[in-house]
């Protein structure tokens, strides 16, 4: 019987000649940034610096000497899993130049889902210690749109496209301050709670748990959330310097095309200078197609601060950060 688990040498020794900004050039390319002769960040991580073929997070304390490297101690996955995603299609004398490379950023993304747990028990735990609403965290989980990954109990965020596919994953860890996206993840389809009835308006948050968090005060209301459309960012907006010459955030801009009756943007963006830059960035951008509404949380950072202080739920110490 063949071992599932095993991976030809000639593929490990393959996937181990791939630095990592071949890596992001491959299967990220709109993430790579060059700062200067052979050293490289990404757009969304400039702590992240790549030179020399070794990279180092430094916001984050790790490091690496090549792609390998960065999917296991970044993206949790197994060495045999990456050395497949590296070397996936590839023949055995494939060298990456640049027209396999320009080829390949043309090439639709491919998202890699985390393997699921045998049960969401952490993810159910860490999401309803945050003030998570029990019911919505169980509807979502029936939804496919929540689960538990098998490695290290991170909590999945799916975003689906119009055919129920999913096409975004964001990973959150239940223990400590890990963030991040699984590859392959088009940030179009970011995580989301559609109304079931067409409605003229759409909510906006920068996370997922902003998002639930604001579902669930409205659980609170006495008001179905159900009736709204709750669109997250997956992540910061960062406006260009010259608003004037800022985009609308990917999954917002997606959201609009796809849904022409939308009139009215309401902006949930968190309370540091980072979420009122947005804000006002959003303001001045779209207020010429659509009304745009600012409406921050009343107290707290986020959404979920704010929740957990209208619920009278405590901050949670974990082993790396503090859970607001």
């Not at 849904?259 to 830059?277: E, M, Y």
Request: aromatic share 10%; glycine share 8%.
């Amino acid at each position: 019987m063949s071992n599932p688990n095993y991976v030809p040498p000639e593929l490990v020794e393959k996937a181990r000649e791939i630095d990592l900004p071949t890596y992001f050039e491959m299967f990220e390319p709109g993430q790579l940034k060059r700062l200067s002769s052979g050293v490289y960040c990404t757009n969304e991580h400039d702590s992240l610096k790549m030179s020399n073929g070794k990279w180092f997070w430094w916001s984050r304390g790790i490091g690496g000497k090549n792609a390998i490297d960065f999917l296991m101690k970044c993206r949790q996955y197994r060495f045999q899993d990456a050395v497949l995603l590296l070397t996936g299609g590839m023949t055995h004398d494939f060298t990456p130049s640049k027209s396999s490379l320009s080829t390949t950023k043309e090439a639709e993304k491919v998202l890699l889902l985390p393997p699921k747990n045998s049960s969401n028990d952490r993810v159910i735990q860490y999401l309803f210690g945050r003030g998570i609403d029990l019911k919505l965290i169980q509807d979502c989980i029936a939804e496919g749109v929540i689960y538990e990954s098998a490695r290290y109990h991170n909590a999945i965020f799916i975003g689906k496209d119009g055919n129920g596919t999913p096409r975004y994953a964001g990973c959150r860890s239940t223990t400590g301050s890990f963030k991040g996206d699984a590859s392959g993840s088009d940030k179009r389809y970011s995580f989301r709670l559609l109304a079931k009835q067409p409605t003229d308006s759409v909510h906006l948050f920068e996370a997922a748990i902003d998002l639930l968090s604001y579902a669930t005060y409205l659980k609170c209301q006495g008001k179905d959330y159900r009736a709204e459309n709750l669109l997250s960012l997956s992540g910061v907006y960062q406006p260009q310097k010259n608003i004037s010459e800022s985009k609308i955030p990917a999954s917002l801009e997606l959201f609009l095309t796809e849904h022409p009756q939308i009139h009215t943007v309401i902006l949930h963006l968190d309370n540091d200078r980072a979420g009122r830059i947005s804000a006002a960035a959003l303001k001045e951008i779209m207020r010429d197609r659509w009304e745009i509404i600012d409406d921050p949380p009343p107290r707290g950072k986020d959404f979920n601060d704010f929740l957990r202080l209208y619920l009278g739920v405590p901050a949670v110490k974990t082993g790396c950060e503090m859970v607001r």
